[in-house]
C-alpha cells in the first residue's frame, strides 16, 4: 500500500521552522543572563530545536508543498513548536510547571495564543520562564506560519497555500503579489504595534500613572495583548495595574483582533475600506452590545462595584478580553452576578475578525451564518428568489457558506464533546465541577480564550483537573488554533491511503 | 460631409437612410448580398470588404472623410475599425457597442480606442425604457450629453410639495436647476421669487437622479420610489442594463429570469434588485408574485414573440404599463397596435441617437418647448464664446434674460452650474433659451 501524503515534505518544512526557534529563545536567555539564573532550561532546546530542524531538512530535498502536504505540515508544526516551547519550563522544573504534562499544556497555551494557565503560584518562577511563556504567545499570535511564510520565500505556490490553511478564510487577501512580502508586511506590522503598546504602557509608568508596570512587565503585556493572547508574568493578571493601563489595553486587544489587511489599509489612508467593510461594523457592534449589556447587568444588580467608571471599565474590558479571545483580567469576574458572567460566556463563541491574531469561530463566520440565515428564511417565503449572499458588497459563494456552516455546526459539536468529557473526567478524581465551570473551561480552551470560571477563573489555575482532562485540553486547543479541519483531515484514513 | 458607415445591418442600413439626403455616405460591409442590395435602394456608395482592413477604408476614401461610423453587430469589430481609421488621420470616429464594459472604458478615458463618440445599444435602449417608466409624472423628458443630462417637464398638481413656493425655496436639489414655468401657455423664467402654483408645468434641467428625486417631491403619489415595483421579464443584456440604470436611480425592481446560471449571474451584479428564477410566462408564477400590482412590466427577453406575450399577460393581468423590447424593427407597430404601452427597438434607438448626433452641428441637441417659444439647446464651449473662461454671473449680465444655464459637463462628468463656476472650452453646456433671446445668444455662445 502506497501512501499518499509525501510526509517527509511537511517534515521537512516543520525542520525548516524547527532551525529557526533558537531565535525567540534569544530572549528569556537574555533574561536569565541578566537576573543570573540558570541558562540551560533554554541553551539547550536551542541546540536541540537546530539539530531537529536540521536532521528533519535531510529528509528530502523536495521542497513543492501540496494540499494534503500543507494539511500535514500545519497540524505537525504547532505541535513541534509546542513540545520545543515546554522543554524550558521542564528543565526549569520551577513549581507545578517542572510536570511534562503541565509544561506542554502551558506551552500549547502559548503557542495557540489561549493564556490558559497551569501556574499557581507566580511568585516562584524566573521572569525568564514567565517571558517564556509571553514569547510563545507573542510568534503564536500572528501565526508561526506567516513567519514561515517569510523565510520560506522559496515556496511559489505553496506559501500561498500555508496562509490559507492557516487563515481558513478562503482567500488570501494577498496585500502584495509575492506571500513572502505579505507575510513580510503583516510581521513589520505587528511589531510596530508591538512596539506602540511597549511605548504606551511604559509611557504610562514614566508618567506615573502606572506605578507598576516595570519595561519588563510592558514588554511581557505587549507581546501577550497584540497577539490576543492573555498570558500575563502576574498572578493578578491586568488586576495587578492601575485603571490607566487597563483604559490603555483596551484598544490594543481590539485592534489585535481586527483584520490586519484592514489595519494595513487604514494606515495607508485608505478609510473607505474600512467604512465599507461589512465585518468590522459586525465586529465593534458586537464589543459595543456586549459591552453595553454586561455594563447593564453591572449596573442593575449592584456589582461589586461603586462607581460608574469601574463598571464601565470593567464591562468594556472583560468583554473585548474574551470577544477577541485575550484573556485577561481586569478584575475577578468570578465574582459577577449569574447574568454577567453568562454574557462572558457567549461571548467565548464570538472571536474576533478574520485575518487577525485572533481565535474562536470569528466574526466573519458568524456574519455569514446570520446573513445566509436571513436569505434563507427569505426564500422559503419566496422560493424562486436568487439572492446571493453579499459581505462588503462582493457576493460570497454557497460554497463557502457551506464551509462555514458546516464549520460552525463542528465546532459546537467539539465544544459539546469537550464539555461532557471535563466533567466526566472530574467526577472520576473526585473533583467538583459545576457544568457551567465545565463548559467554560470547554469553550476556554477550545476557542483559545484562556480563562473561564469558577476553578478555572480568571486568577485561578488549571492545575487541579487531572491529567487526562489537560491532555485533552491540550488537545482542544491544539485543534482549535488551527481551526479543526487540518487535524480532522489528518485523522481521515482515506487521507493516508491511496 | 463625406461619412463611411462599416456594417450595414439594421442600424448602418437605418443610419445610411437617414444621412443619404444631405450628405456623401459610402457603406462598407462584408456580406456582397447586402452590398448589392444596399446600392440599388439607397443613394449610396456601397463597398464589400472588411472595415477593419486599411484597403478597404482607402477604397472607401477614408482619407477625405469626416466622419466614420462603426456599426456592425459585433463590438471588437467597431473598436478595431475606428482603431484602424484613426491611424489615417483625423477622421471623427463613432463606435456602436452593445456592452457597456467598453462605454465604462471609453469615459473614463477619452479617445480610448480610437473612439470619439460611442453609443451602447443597450444601455441606450436601457435608458429609454427608464425613461419611459421612470418618470410617468413627467409630461416630458430629454436627454442631453449622452444622457448624461435630463431636461424634463413635470406638471405641478395641487398635492405637489412645491405648489405654492417661490422657486428658490423649492430649488433644493444638489444637481439640479429651475429653467422655467409655463403658465397658462406662456413661458416664464424661472428666477429665485418667482412662485409656483398649481398647475404650472415646471421645466428642470439636471442629472437624471435628481430629476428623479425631483419628480418624486412633484408627484409623490405617481413617482416611482423604493416602494414603487418595476418587474422586469428576462434576463438579457438589455434587462441587466435597465435593472442597473433603475438601481443608478435608486429603484430597486424585481427580474424574472428563467435560466438558473443566468439568474444567478444577475443575482450577483445587481445587489438592489430581487432576481427571481423562473419563467416569465407562467401566469400562475405572475399572480402569485402579485405581477398584477406591479406600476410597470418590462419584457426584455431575447425573443420577440414572448417579449410580446409577456406583456399581454402583463396588461391582461392588470398592470398600467407594459414596455416591450423587439429586436425586430418593423412590429414596433403592431406590438403597440396590439395593446403594449410602449415598444422599443434598440436598433432603431441607436441609430436615432447617432443620426442626432451626427445632424447637429454646434448645437448637439436640442428640444422644442410649448411649440417653439423656447428651446433646450446643448452646445459645446469653444474659445470664442462669450461663456468660455470667466464665472457664469459675469457672462450672464451680458446675455439676453431669457437664458438659464442648465446644466454644464466637463469630460463625463456633471457640474452643477452655480453663479461662480467658471467655464471651459470644451465643456458642454445645456441652455434654456426662450425664443425671442435665441438668436442673440446663439450668436454670443
Known amino acids: 500500500m502506497s501512501v499518499r501524503v509525501d510526509w517527509r515534505v511537511s517534515c521537512r518544512l516543520v525542520g525548516t521552522i524547527l532551525k529557526w526557534l533558537w531565535v525567540p529563545l534569544l530572549l528569556p536567555l537574555g533574561l536569565a543572563l541578566y537576573d543570573g539564573t540558570r541558562l540551560l532550561p533554554f541553551l539547550a532546546p536551542m541546540v536541540g530545536t537546530v539539530a531537529v530542524g536540521f536532521g528533519l531538512e535531510r529528509l528530502t530535498d523536495e521542497r513543492d508543498l501540496r494540499t494534503r502536504e500543507a494539511f500535514l505540515m500545519v497540524a505537525l508544526s504547532w505541535l513541534s513548536i509546542a513540545l520545543v516551547g515546554a522543554t524550558p519550563f521542564v528543565l526549569a522544573g520551577e513549581g507545578v510547571l517542572g510536570e511534562p504534562v503541565n509544561a506542554l499544556f502551558e506551552s500549547m497555551s502559548g503557542v495557540t495564543t489561549t493564556g490558559a494557565t497551569i501556574i499557581v503560584d507566580f511568585e516562584r518562577h524566573s521572569r525568564a520562564v514567565l517571558m517564556w511563556r509571553a514569547v510563545l504567545q507573542w510568534m503564536g499570535g500572528l501565526g508561526i506560519l506567516v513567519l514561515a511564510t517569510a523565510i520560506l520565500s522559496q515556496l511559489s505556490v505553496g506559501g500561498a497555500q500555508l496562509m490559507e490553511t492557516e487563515t481558513q478564510t478562503q482567500d488570501v487577501n494577498k496585500l502584495t503579489p509575492r506571500i513572502s512580502e505579505t507575510a513580510a508586511l503583516l510581521w513589520k506590522l505587528y511589531i510596530g504595534l508591538t512596539g506602540l503598546q511597549v511605548a504606551v504602557l511604559y509611557g504610562l509608568h514614566l508618567l506615573g500613572l502606572a506605578p507598576e508596570m516595570t519595561l519588563y512587565d510592558a514588554v511581557a503585556h505587549a507581546f501577550t495583548t497584540i497577539s490576543t493572547a492573555g498570558f500575563s508574568p502576574r498572578g493578578e493578571s491586568i488586576v495587578a495595574f492601575s485603571p490607566a493601563v487597563q483604559w490603555a489595553i483596551v484598544p490594543f486587544m481590539a485592534v489585535g483582533a481586527t483584520s490586519f489587511v484592514l489595519i494595513y489599509f487604514a494606515l495607508q489612508g485608505n478609510l473607505d475600506r474600512v467604512r465599507d467593510s461589512d465585518e468590522f461594523r459586525f465586529y465593534v457592534g458586537i464589543l459595543a452590545s456586549f459591552s453595553l449589556a454586561v455594563g447593564g447587568v453591572l449596573l442593575v444588580d449592584g456589582g461589586p462595584y461603586t462607581n460608574l467608571e469601574a463598571i464601565a471599565r470593567h464591562s468594556l474590558f472583560q468583554v473585548v478580553s474574551i470577544v477577541t479571545t485575550t484573556g485577561y483580567a481586569s478584575t475577578d469576574f468570578n465574582t459577577w452576578s449569574s447574568g454577567a458572567k453568562h454574557l462572558l460566556f457567549v461571548c467565548m463563541f464570538i472571536g474576533g475578525m478574520a485575518g487577525s491574531t485572533t481565535c474562536s469561530i470569528k466574526t466573519l463566520r458568524w456574519l455569514v451564518v446570520t446573513k445566509a440565515f436571513r436569505r434563507d428564511l427569505f426564500t422559503a417565503a419566496s422560493p424562486s428568489a436568487i439572492r446571493p449572499v453579499r459581505l462588503s458588497g462582493s457576493v460570497v459563494d454557497e460554497e463557502t457558506i457551506r464551509d462555514i456552516y458546516a464549520y460552525t455546526l463542528v465546532s459546537l459539536i467539539f465544544f459539546i464533546v469537550a464539555t461532557i468529557f471535563v466533567v466526566v473526567d472530574a467526577s472520576r478524581v473526585g473533583l467538583a465541577v459545576t457544568e457551567f465551570e465545565a463548559m467554560g473551561a470547554a469553550a476556554a480552551t477550545f476557542f483559545n480564550v484562556g480563562p473561564a470560571f469558577g476553578i478555572a477563573g480568571p486568577l485561578e489555575s488549571y492545575d487541579p483537573f487531572p491529567r487526562s482532562t489537560k491532555l485533552a485540553m491540550t488537545f482542544l486547543m491544539w485543534i482549535g488554533r488551527i481551526e479543526i479541519i487540518p487535524v480532522l483531515v489528518l485523522l481521515t484514513p482515506s487521507y493516508w491511503r491511496s | ?445
Request: with cysteine; aromatic share 4%; net charge negative.
Open chain 2, 1 to 445: 460631409m463625406r461619412v463611411i458607415i462599416v456594417g450595414a445591418g439594421e442600424v448602418g442600413s437605418n443610419i445610411a437612410a437617414s444621412l443619404a439626403d444631405s450628405h456623401d455616405v459610402v457603406v462598407v460591409d462584408v456580406d456582397s448580398e447586402t452590398v448589392e442590395e444596399l446600392t440599388y435602394s439607397s443613394d449610396v456608395l456601397a463597398i464589400e470588404g472588411n472595415g477593419t482592413s486599411l484597403s478597404v477604408l482607402g477604397d472607401a476614401g477614408i482619407g477625405e472623410a469626416d466622419m466614420l461610423i462603426a456599426s456592425t453587430d459585433d463590438d471588437e469589430t467597431n473598436l478595431a475599425v475606428c482603431g484602424t481609421a484613426k491611424t489615417t488621420g483625423d477622421v471623427f470616429t463613432i463606435a456602436r457597442v452593445r456592452n457597456a464594459n467598453f462605454l465604462d472604458t471609453w469615459r473614463q478615458s477619452a479617445g480610448a480606442f480610437g473612439v470619439d463618440f460611442m453609443v451602447s445599444t443597450n444601455l441606450l435602449t436601457a435608458q429609454d425604457i427608464v425613461r419611459v417608466v421612470g418618470l410617468p409624472a413627467a409630461v416630458d423628458v430629454d436627454p442631453f450629453v449622452g444622457g448624461l443630462v435630463q431636461m424634463a417637464e413635470f406638471e405641478v398638481t395641487e398635492e405637489s410639495e412645491i405648489a405654492g413656493r417661490t422657486v428658490e425655496a423649492a430649488d433644493t436639489f444638489e444637481g439640479l436647476t429651475f429653467a422655467a414655468l409655463v403658465r397658462n401657455g406662456d413661458v416664464v423664467i424661472a428666477r429665485g421669487q418667482t412662485p409656483i402654483e398649481a398647475g404650472n408645468k415646471a421645466i428642470v434641467i439636471g442629472d437624471p437622479e435628481s430629476v428623479q428625486a425631483f419628480s418624486r417631491t412633484v408627484a409623490p403619489a405617481t413617482t416611482p420610489d423604493e416602494a414603487r415595483d418595476i418587474v422586469i421579464v428576462g434576463g438579457s443584456d438589455i434587462g441587466y442594463q435597465t435593472a442597473r440604470v433603475l438601481e443608478d436611480r435608486g429603484l430597486g425592481a424585481r427580474l424574472i429570469e428563467q435560466d438558473p446560471e443566468r439568474g444567478r449571474e444577475l443575482a450577483e451584479a445587481l445587489p438592489g434588485t430581487l432576481v427571481m428564477e423562473h419563467d416569465g410566462t407562467d401566469v400562475e408564477f405572475l399572480a402569485g408574485e402579485h405581477v398584477d400590482r406591479a406600476d410597470a412590466v418590462i419584457a426584455a427577453t431575447e425573443s420577440d414573440e414572448k417579449n410580446l406575450l409577456i406583456s399581454l399577460l402583463a396588461k391582461n393581468l392588470g398592470v398600467r404599463r407594459t414596455v416591450a423590447v423587439v429586436e425586430e424593427g418593423q412590429y414596433t407597430n403592431l406590438f403597440e397596435a396590439v395593446g403594449v404601452d410602449v415598444a422599443i427597438n434598440p436598433r432603431e434607438a441607436t441609430a436615432e441617437e447617432i443620426v442626432r448626433f451626427t445632424q447637429e452641428g454646434k448645437i448637439e441637441n436640442l428640444s422644442l418647448i410649448e411649440g417653439r417659444q423656447a428651446e433646450v439647446v446643448e452646445i459645446e464651449v469653444d474659445e470664442a464664446s462669450a461663456l468660455a473662461g470667466r464665472p457664469i454671473r459675469e457672462s450672464m449680465a451680458e446675455l439676453p434674460s431669457g437664458v438659464v444655464i442648465g446644466a454644464i459637463t466637463r469630460g463625463r462628468a456633471f457640474v452643477v452650474p452655480r453663479g461662480d463656476t467658471v467655464v471651459e472650452p470644451g465643456d458642454h453646456v445645456v441652455l434654456f433659451v426662450a425664443a425671442d433671446a435665441l438668436s442673440t445668444v446663439m450668436s454670443a455662445v
